[in-house]
């Protein structure tokens, strides 16, 4: 049984740092799409950042400020996130797909999801 347990959310003043992390287990997710979605209250879930194999993406939001990265030998994906904006409030989830057409940025494209955790930015 596939799992993806959320790590490192927290409260963060305004242009601070943090970084999460995501163990996944049950599965080799070495060639799959790994990403980051978030969801602020009273919105739908959006896209944050992708990585398939080396090659990452981002949301237009997060660009420049936020790095997705990920271990294979460790099962693990982790997100930097830099100067942080109170719109960066949200719970954070992370998620892993089969391998599709890319861009892959969408809720639909992704097979497994972690519980989410809460990132508050405060101003």
């Known amino acids: 049984q596939v799992q993806l347990v959320e790590s490192g959310g927290g409260l963060v003043q305004a242009g601070g740092s943090l970084r999460l992390s995501c163990a996944a287990s049950?599965?080799?997710?070495?060639?799959?799409?790994m990403a980051w979605f978030r969801q602020a209250p009273g919105k739908e879930r959006e896209f944050v950042a992708s990585i398939r194999r080396s090659t990452t993406a981002y949301a237009d939001s997060v660009k420049g400020r936020f790095t997705i990265s990920r271990d294979d030998a460790k099962a693990t994906v982790s997100l930097q996130m830099n100067s942080l904006k109170p719109e960066d409030t949200a719970v954070y989830y992370c998620?892993?797909?089969?391998?599709?057409?890319?861009?892959?940025?969408?809720?639909?494209?992704?097979?497994?999801w972690g519980q989410g955790t809460q990132v508050t930015v405060s101003s």
């Open positions: 998620a892993v797909g089969r391998p599709r057409l890319p861009p892959m940025q969408s809720v639909g494209d992704y097979d497994f």
């Open positions: 049950g599965r080799t997710f070495s060639s799959d799409p």
